[in-house]
């Protein structure tokens, strides 16, 4: 039987009932302990979902999680305290579909917003799969969604591989993984949806936040931003789970579910085809390959691939993850990318450069082993992999501790003399890593307590007290820091005037002020100090002291450290040696410096970790770098958006975001700017570069340019380009193997292409008076072998045509000649008179059938001929011109030795007597062959051919022929069915006598 895949894909194993069908296999393999590489661990924390509901979660800008389940349930999952559900959706959640996919936005912090993708029941059994927009409710606290905008809807045909995936981009567009909706049991022709571009299952989109098609997507058009193919980045996918954006390129890293034999990680590029159903992996799938739909069709490698089983390097169900970004992990792991499978609980790890080519492979077998099922990666605020395990429901968190950041614990106290009361305050404490903390307090007079604030009476006998505050984080790295108090004295109470929460650019005055007055000592001095706190991820912060001040007012300005924000803090001092401290943190003002390029191409912000966008300060001063070979391996860069010609340039934020394209020379582009003739000729660009699987080409106004790999850079136009595009373009003949050129005799032009796979080159050929036509195969071949429009055939004045019965091929060429091909007689050429005569005689459906030869000399030198299948042949002289010649009529001329024989060369094609019981043809050397049923076909000849003329031929009382002339001891003979007729060799009398 056909492998269930419903089980070893992603998400059939949610369904509780599905777990429980007798007969599945690829379950999910009983769980086991982590086998995981030397100093890693993994800590769980909850997501608000149940185990084998958990499918996606994503961060907030606090720190909490949000986080969806199968069966429709979202929820709001705090830093700390318990998880709380915030909606409910009605979901159709058989299989792998329900509520599956989630994304925030990247403006959340103002605009609320995030996009899910769940599949709903509709009347009738029907359910429909979607894609919405929606507003997350409440402020600092989510409570629910409102606001539902609908962007995708489709028709669901299956319960598996729907829309999955959802990526919400830095610069605010959303990328969506769609499956191919087609039945996992049997070969669906309804796979074949993948290649087409007018249907979104299938493929990678890439769309505007309400969901028309961004202009940079390669079959984009203007005039119909919503139409499906204008949504379309990439297609030929079966099930594209997950997948994340590569930081460097910018490019979807996809995981595409296998049926039978293969899973497999995709780097995709615009306009790709991955080529599902027809391939598998790097090998053609068995029952699909086959397919109509599928001839010609190019697969797009995988960047990796595995194969389907149970052992230590197989796996049954791809998640594509992320690349690490942190910097905790030991360096063979920075910049790798983690994926996974959830059936058999298994992570790997693999480098790829920037171009997207593989330079590790995953490690054989992994290091990360027994870790659960991840379904969703993503990433902790310190950089740490982080990934959705619907085994148990739980967020598991890989970690290395011996590089954990220690916490940082900061504590602030009131006193309350009168009952000799102080409340502690450990809420300003943060850790690096983004952990949730512990708080414990050491009161100093032997007593203790937990928790971020407390109060504490001390007793009579306590004049002064040291209180020391400690925290600790997850993995136990802890920090403490003392409070003097004085329980019999009031704390000073420092009063901070601030700018509020207005931001800050580089350089600009931050001007705060403080007041203090003490219960005993009335006003008091104030003294100020500043950090510049540099975080260029939460998880890495460090301070630098800044300059310190006195007096009520203090200016500082705004720093250049980049991705910093300035403490400013002010602290009084009073004479019982009390201190208070109140701090503003002034927090830079910031634009998003997003780098795209012109092509896939590694393009990098270095001081933001490599990444091609961030929120940066305004004012601030970046270097960005682009490499100089694109992804593609030979786009090379040629210059910025800003006409900068340096591969490495500094930016300065401006006030609002910016983007910075590098542009880079493709193939295409090189040739054209290096020929001015060619410009001159193909004109001016009509349109952006398309890339399309392994060719890629650009439209002019008067052509276009293709190329790929294997025949670099050719142009083509006019009537030619016309023809090429009218029969399929590139994915027909593939890409042109030659520029448009003039033949020889200068009065056509062509092209050659090499068309991949199929049968062979293939070439367009014009002239003036035929127009352009295409040849290829093995006609063009035979047409080669003839001296191609030198020869006996000149210019096709047809494309490949098939014959009305199925069976053949032909082209017609200018010459009064045609080239026939079948299977059984492969490819023959027919011209001149011999062609007319077959053309009369009903072409292939006529008495001849198709030619088995080329038209050949006799040899004599004479006549020239062709065989046909149908036992038959036609023959021409100057003399006789073409006559047909076949059946039995032409096995006895074959028998009598052909044209070398004593008949000669017909004279006439086959024709039928006046008495319509016989056929003849009549010949050259004054013979001729006649046939009827009851006689067969005889030859007669010379004096007693005469002699049966003279008596009225087969209407005379001998009527026809019984035998061909044979030899008798006077000379000759031939029976006839009336009598006889002789010829006597001494006196050359001929006699015809009755029986």
Same mark, same amino acid.
């Given at each position: ?776 195969? @093995? =006609?063009?071949?035979?047409? %080669? $072998?003839? !001296?191609? &429009?030198?020869? +006996?055939?000149?210019? #096709?004045?047809? *494309? /490949? ?31 001149? @008179? =011999?062609?007319?005569?077959? %053309? $009369?005689? !009903?072409? &292939?459906?006529? +008495?001849?059938?198709? #030619?088995?030869? *080329? /038209? ?32 039995? =009529?032409?096995?006895?001329? %074959? $028998?009598? !030795?052909? &044209?070398?024989? +004593?008949?000669?060369? #017909?004279?006439? *094609? /086959? ?32 004096? =007693?051919?005469?002699?049966? %003329? $003279?008596? !009225?031929? &087969? ?5 026809? #022929?019984?035998? *061909? /002339? ?30």
């Amino acid at each position: 039987m056909i492998r269930s895949r419903a089980l070893v894909r992603l998400f059939a194993v949610l369904s509780v009932s599905i777990l429980l069908l007798p007969g599945w296999v690829g379950a999910p393999e009983a769980a086991a302990a982590p086998t995981l590489p030397s100093g890693f661990v993994l800590r769980d924390q909850p997501s608000g979902q149940a185990a084998f509901d958990l499918t996606d979660f994503a961060y907030l800008p606090d720190g909490s999680v949000l986080s969806i389940g199968k069966s429709g349930k979202v929820a709001w999952v705090p830093a700390t305290g318990q998880a709380r559900t915030i909606a409910n959706l009605p979901v159709h959640d058989d299989g792998d579909l329900g509520l599956v996919g989630l994304a925030v936005a990247p403006d959340f912090a103002t605009s609320r917003q995030i996009y899910l993708t769940w599949s709903f029941d509709t009347s009738g059994g029907a359910f429909i799969m979607r894609v919405a927009r929606w507003t997350v409710t409440g402020t600092d606290v989510p409570t629910g969604l409102a606001n539902e905008r609908v962007l995708v809807d489709l028709p669901g045909f299956h319960d598996v591989h729907g829309i999955s995936g959802l990526v919400a981009a830095p610069d605010g567009t959303l990328w969506i993984s769609i499956g191919d909706a087609a039945d996992f049991t049997r070969v669906d022709p309804g796979a074949l949806r993948s290649l087409d571009l007018d249907q979104l299952y299938g493929k990678i989109l890439h769309v505007t936040p309400d969901g028309a098609g961004v202009p940079g997507n390669p079959y984009y058009s203007a005039a119909a931003p919503n139409a499906n193919r204008s949504k379309v980045f990439a297609g030929g996918f079966r099930s594209p789970f997950r997948f994340s954006l590569d930081p460097r390129l910018g490019l979807p890293v996809v995981g595409d579910v296998g049926w039978n034999t293969w899973e497999e990680v995709d780097v995709v590029r615009p306009g790709a085809n991955h080529a599902w159903p027809c391939w598998e992996g790097n090998a053609p799938t068995p029952g699909y390959s086959g397919l109509a739909g599928c001839a010609g069709v190019v697969n797009t490698a995988p960047i990796t691939a595995y194969h389907h089983g149970s052992g230590a390097d197989e796996g049954n169900s791809v998640t594509a993850g992320i690349v690490y970004s942190g910097s905790s992990y030991p360096d063979e792991y920075h910049g790798t990318f983690f994926f996974g499978d959830y059936v058999t609980q298994k992570i790997w790890t693999m480098t790829y450069d920037s171009q997207g080519r593989l330079v590790r492979a995953p490690e054989r077998p992994p290091k990360f082993t027994g870790v659960g099922g991840p379904v969703e990666f993503a990433a902790a605020a310190n950089g740490d992999i982080v990934f959705a395990d619907i085994h148990t429901g739980n967020l598991r968190r890989l970690s290395y501790p011996g590089t954990n950041a220690e916490p940082v614990a900061v504590a602030a106290s009131s006193t309350e003399p009168s009952t000799r009361t102080v409340t502690f305050d450990g809420a300003g404490s943060y850790d690096f890593d983004g952990d949730p903390l512990t708080y414990h307090w050491d009161f100093g007079d032997g007593t203790s307590q937990t928790g971020v604030r407390v109060t504490h009476a001390y007793g009579a006998g306590v004049e002064r007290a040291s209180a020391r505050l400690t925290v600790t984080d997850r993995l136990g790295a802890s920090a403490s820091t003392d409070v003097v108090v004085v329980p019999g004295n009031h704390s000073p109470e420092p009063v901070l005037t601030d700018p509020g929460s207005r931001t800050f650019a580089v350089g600009e005055p931050v001007v705060v002020e403080a007041t203090a007055t003490d219960a005993e000592d009335g006003a008091l001095p104030v003294s100020w100090s500043t950090l510049i706190r540099h975080c260029p991820e939460e998880s890495t912060c460090h301070a630098h002291p800044g300059s310190p001040g006195g007096g009520p007012v203090f200016t500082v300005p705004f720093t250049d450290h980049q991705d910093s924000r300035v403490e400013i803090t002010a602290t009084v001092t009073d004479s019982a040696g009390m201190t208070a401290s109140r701090t503003y943190v002034a927090m830079p003002r910031e634009h998003r410096l997003s780098l795209a390029a012109s092509v896939p191409a590694a393009v990098s912000i270095p001081a933001e970790g490599g990444v091609n966008t961030a929120m940066v300060t305004e004012g601030a001063t970046f270097e960005v770098v682009a490499d100089e070979i694109a992804a593609d391996g030979v786009s090379k860069f040629a210059n910025w958006s800003d006409g900068r010609t340096t591969r490495t340039v500094t930016v300065t934020v401006p006030a609002g975001d910016l983007t910075l394209t590098a542009n880079y020379l493709t193939p295409i582009d090189q040739r054209y700017q290096a020929e001015p003739a060619l410009r001159q000729r193909l004109g001016a660009p009509a349109g952006p570069e398309v890339a399309d699987g392994p060719v890629r080409y650009r439209p002019y106004a008067n052509g276009r340019l293709y190329w790929s790999a294997e025949t670099g850079v050719k142009q083509i136009e006019g009537e030619i380009l016309a023809r090429y595009l009218a029969l399929g373009g590139h994915r027909t003949f593939g890409p042109p193997a030659t520029d448009e050129t003039a033949t020889p005799d200068g009065v056509g032009r062509y092209n050659h292409f090499p068309y991949r796979p199929g049968p062979g080159p293939s070439s367009i050929y014009w002239t003036p008076s035929t127009g352009a036509h295409a040849v290829y195969g @093995r =006609i063009r071949v035979k047409w %080669a $072998a003839l !001296g191609w &429009e030198h020869g +006996p055939m000149g210019y #096709p004045t047809t *494309d /490949e045509m098939g014959t009305p019965d199925g069976v053949g091929r032909f082209n017609h060429f200018s010459k009064n000649a045609s080239i026939y091909y079948t299977l059984q007689t492969d490819a023959r050429a027919v011209w001149g @008179r =011999i062609r007319v005569k077959w %053309a $009369a005689l !009903g072409w &292939e459906h006529g +008495p001849m059938g198709y #030619p088995t030869t *080329d /038209e050949s000399g006799t040899p004599d030198g004479v006549g020239r001929y062709n065989h046909f299948t149908k036992g038959s042949s036609i023959y021409w002289t100057p003399s006789t011109d073409a006559h047909g010649i076949y059946g039995a =009529i032409r096995q006895r001329w %074959a $028998a009598l !030795g052909w &044209e070398h024989g +004593p008949m000669g060369y #017909p004279t006439t *094609d /086959e024709s039928g007597t006046p008495d319509g019981v016989g056929r003849f043809n009549h010949f050259t050397k004054g013979g001729s062959i006649y046939w009827t049923p009851s006689t067969g076909a005889h030859g007669v000849y010379g004096a =007693i051919r005469q002699r049966w %003329a $003279a008596l !009225g031929w &087969e209407r005379s009382y001998l009527r026809y #022929p019984t035998t *061909d /002339e044979f030899g008798i001891p006077i000379g000759r003979q031939n029976s006839f069915q009336g009598g006889y007729v002789t010829w006597n060799r001494s006196t050359g009398q001929v006699i015809d006598r009755r029986w």
